[in-house]
């Protein structure tokens, strides 16, 4: 009988201990899971944040004293609007004047058509917010990671003169904040400087629309610079691929393209500049 009392007494006593480090087990893997759940979703905070990027076009119309009018080209904008905001980036189109901005009438015509083009047409919602572009003295850069300046020429006559943009694009810089330009978009980098003083450009690897490309277009004489020639006297490596053909370059927080067909290119170098 005492053995018998004292087997009992074990094997409860071994209950207890087997309850007791069961419950323990429970506990800690609870609180693994937890740990774990707490930092998938910290992680997916991260990936899941919005970038917000910031469209700059011109006000500008008036195509020198030609009686002819200019603008923004539409496929410089059209291109990498769709391409960053069909990767879920949010984007905010600001102009000058705010409002509508001037198109290129010659952006619209069938030989310049381009999915990107014929994708806007049909885009009601996108047309809306090119209407209603925000003032650009109402931007606060803070609020945006990155810049970009779809061109036409246009830029040539206002972007490169106005000093709200002009200070946008130092802040930006200056914060550590990537800035895109293409084709006459980078007339806006004529008088933005580093800080000490030095053109913004000076020591970069930069492009624009070419001299070649605007003899072509005829236009040589009557805008009022040639973004080529403006780039090397502010101190830029300048450099160009084949007339009309893709070309952009990326040098450190800088990124800029020769003309239309590079203006996907420089939104795909921006988005993995981004992505660092």
Known sequence: MMKMMKMMKTIKY???????ITAASCKNEKQTSKAEDAAATETNNKTEKTMNVLFVLTSHEDLGKTGEKTGFWIEEFASPYYF???????????SPKGGQPPIDPKSELADFSTPATERYNKDTQTQE???????????NPADYDAVFYPGGHGPL?????????????????NANKPIAF???APAALKYPKKADGSPLVK?????????TEEEAVQLTNVVP??????????GGTYSKGADWGPYALEDGLLITGQNPASSELVAEMLLKKLKK
């Open 14 to 20: 071994l209950m207890i201990v087997f309850t007791i």
């Open 129 to 139: 917010v090119i209407k209603n572009t925000v003032k650009l003295d109402a931007i």
């Open 225 to 234: 610079f040639l973004v080529e020639n403006m780039l090397q006297e502010n």
């Open 182 to 184: 293409v084709c006459h």
């Open 157 to 173: 006559w206002d972007l490169a003169e106005d000093k709200t943009s002009i200070s946008l694009i130092e802040n930006f810089y």
């Open 203 to 211: 020591g970069k690897k930069v492009t624009g629309f070419s001299n």
């Open 84 to 94: 960053l905001v069909d990767k879920g980036v949010k984007v905010t189109v600001a």
